[in-house]
Protein backbone atom coordinates (compact mmCIF):
# COMPACT_ATOMS: atom_id res chain seq x y z
CA UNK A 1 0.00 0.00 0.00
CA UNK A 2 3.09 2.44 0.92
CA UNK A 3 4.30 1.59 -2.93
CA UNK A 4 1.07 2.70 -4.26
CA UNK A 5 0.71 5.65 -2.29
CA UNK A 6 4.51 7.13 -3.24
CA UNK A 7 3.70 6.35 -7.21
CA UNK A 8 0.67 8.93 -6.65
CA UNK A 9 3.01 11.15 -5.12
CA UNK A 10 5.52 10.78 -7.46
CA UNK A 11 2.85 11.22 -10.40
CA UNK A 12 1.36 14.28 -9.23
CA UNK A 13 5.05 15.42 -8.30
CA UNK A 14 6.14 14.88 -12.12
CA UNK A 15 2.69 16.98 -13.65
CA UNK A 16 3.41 19.60 -11.45
CA UNK A 17 6.50 20.02 -12.40
CA UNK A 18 5.29 19.35 -16.51
CA UNK A 19 2.56 22.72 -15.53
CA UNK A 20 5.32 25.01 -13.87
CA UNK A 21 7.97 24.53 -16.84
CA UNK A 22 4.72 25.34 -19.45
CA UNK A 23 4.17 28.45 -17.29
CA UNK A 24 7.79 29.39 -17.19
CA UNK A 25 7.88 29.15 -21.10
CA UNK A 26 4.39 31.10 -21.52
CA UNK A 27 5.62 34.28 -19.73
CA UNK A 28 9.30 33.69 -21.78
CA UNK A 29 7.42 34.08 -24.77
CA UNK A 30 5.10 36.74 -23.42
CA UNK A 31 8.19 38.99 -22.10
CA UNK A 32 9.84 38.47 -25.83
CA UNK A 33 6.94 39.38 -27.44
CA UNK A 34 7.04 42.76 -25.28
CA UNK A 35 10.88 43.38 -26.04
CA UNK A 36 11.89 42.12 -23.13
CA UNK A 37 15.33 39.51 -22.93
CA UNK A 38 16.90 37.56 -20.29
CA UNK A 39 19.91 37.89 -18.84
CA UNK A 40 22.37 40.42 -17.51
CA UNK A 41 22.80 43.71 -18.69
CA UNK A 42 26.38 44.88 -19.91
CA UNK A 43 28.57 46.77 -17.57
CA UNK A 44 29.93 48.78 -19.94
CA UNK A 45 28.02 50.46 -22.74
CA UNK A 46 29.75 50.77 -26.38
CA UNK A 47 31.68 54.04 -25.92
CA UNK A 48 32.58 53.31 -22.36
CA UNK A 49 34.29 50.14 -23.99
CA UNK A 50 35.80 51.76 -26.42
CA UNK A 51 37.31 54.15 -24.44
CA UNK A 52 38.57 51.44 -22.07
CA UNK A 53 39.79 49.69 -25.19
CA UNK A 54 42.08 52.80 -26.07
CA UNK A 55 43.29 53.07 -22.19
CA UNK A 56 44.55 49.42 -22.60
CA UNK A 57 46.13 50.16 -25.78
CA UNK A 58 48.15 52.96 -25.28
CA UNK A 59 52.03 53.20 -25.13
CA UNK A 60 54.19 55.77 -23.60
CA UNK A 61 57.56 56.43 -24.78
CA UNK A 62 59.40 53.75 -23.73
CA UNK A 63 56.92 51.03 -24.56
CA UNK A 64 55.20 50.32 -21.50
CA UNK A 65 51.33 50.34 -21.19
CA UNK A 66 50.10 54.34 -19.68
CA UNK A 67 47.41 52.79 -17.69
CA UNK A 68 47.45 49.17 -16.13
CA UNK A 69 44.44 46.94 -15.60
CA UNK A 70 43.58 47.73 -11.94
CA UNK A 71 43.32 51.50 -13.03
CA UNK A 72 41.19 50.78 -15.94
CA UNK A 73 38.80 48.67 -13.83
CA UNK A 74 38.72 51.30 -11.17
CA UNK A 75 37.98 54.20 -13.62
CA UNK A 76 34.93 52.38 -15.01
CA UNK A 77 33.51 50.41 -11.75
CA UNK A 78 33.98 46.76 -12.79
CA UNK A 79 36.91 44.39 -12.34
CA UNK A 80 39.85 43.34 -13.53
CA UNK A 81 38.91 40.34 -15.42
CA UNK A 82 35.91 42.36 -16.94
CA UNK A 83 38.64 44.45 -18.63
CA UNK A 84 40.60 41.62 -19.52
CA UNK A 85 37.72 39.46 -20.71
CA UNK A 86 36.76 42.45 -23.02
CA UNK A 87 40.80 43.16 -23.83
CA UNK A 88 41.35 39.72 -25.53
CA UNK A 89 41.03 39.74 -29.28
CA UNK A 90 38.62 36.96 -29.47
CA UNK A 91 36.54 35.47 -26.91
CA UNK A 92 35.03 31.96 -26.84
CA UNK A 93 31.49 33.67 -27.86
CA UNK A 94 33.58 35.70 -30.76
CA UNK A 95 34.66 39.20 -30.73
CA UNK A 96 34.91 40.38 -26.90
CA UNK A 97 34.92 44.36 -28.24
CA UNK A 98 31.61 44.93 -30.15
CA UNK A 99 30.68 47.69 -32.88
CA UNK A 100 29.57 50.88 -31.44
CA UNK A 101 26.05 50.30 -31.17
CA UNK A 102 25.86 46.67 -31.37
CA UNK A 103 22.52 45.24 -30.34
CA UNK A 104 22.63 44.87 -26.39
CA UNK A 105 25.00 47.36 -26.20
CA UNK A 106 23.26 50.66 -25.61
CA UNK A 107 24.41 54.51 -25.74
CA UNK A 108 25.23 56.60 -22.91
Given at each position: MGRLF??????????EHALMSERT??????????????????KLGAR????????????????K?????????????VSRPTIYRLASPAGSKGSAWPA?????MALP
Open positions: FQIIGAIAEFMDGLVAARARGRTGGQKPQVTVAREMYDELIEDGRAYGVAQIAAEFGEGAAG
